[in-house]
Structures are given as C-alpha cells and as structure tokens.
C-alpha cells in the first residue's frame, strides 16, 4: 500500500503539498473521507515514525521532504 503525503517549495516561492498513493493507498483514503463524513470532526492520517500506519515513508519525490500527519477537518457548514 502507498499513500505518501509530501512538501515541495519550488523555485518560484509557491508550495505544493503532493499526494502519492496506489490503488490500496487510494481505498484507504476514500475510507477515511467515508468516516470524516459520517462522524464530523477530523481524521488524522499518520506514518509510522509517528505511531499512525495510514501513511507511508516512502518519498516519491527526490524534492520533496516527507509529510508525517495530515489531519483533514470537515468544517460545518455553519462556518462557511
């Protein structure tokens, strides 16, 4: 499985977050907006050098540094 959530700061001063994931990798994530959607709040999606095993260690991107958590936050409509 792959899913590896990394940084790039390019040569023009604008940044990119990068998504990497395989066919489980993209299963897992689809889960995870399932649960988000279902139960409000946040999901965190970690590596293992963090305690989580939802992300990946593998960097893709020679560029790029790693993302350890991504944490995705459904904001209530009231809010928008």
Known sequence: MTLTV???????????????????????????????KRHKGHVHLMTPAWAGKELTENKQDPDSKLINHLRITLIPETRL
Request: with cysteine; net charge negative; hydrophobic share 40%.
């Open 6 to 36: 990394e940084h790039v700061n390019s040569s023009t001063d604008t940044e990119e977050v990068l998504v990497f994931c395989d066919d489980a990798g993209l299963n897992l994530l689809l889960e995870q907006l399932q649960i988000l």
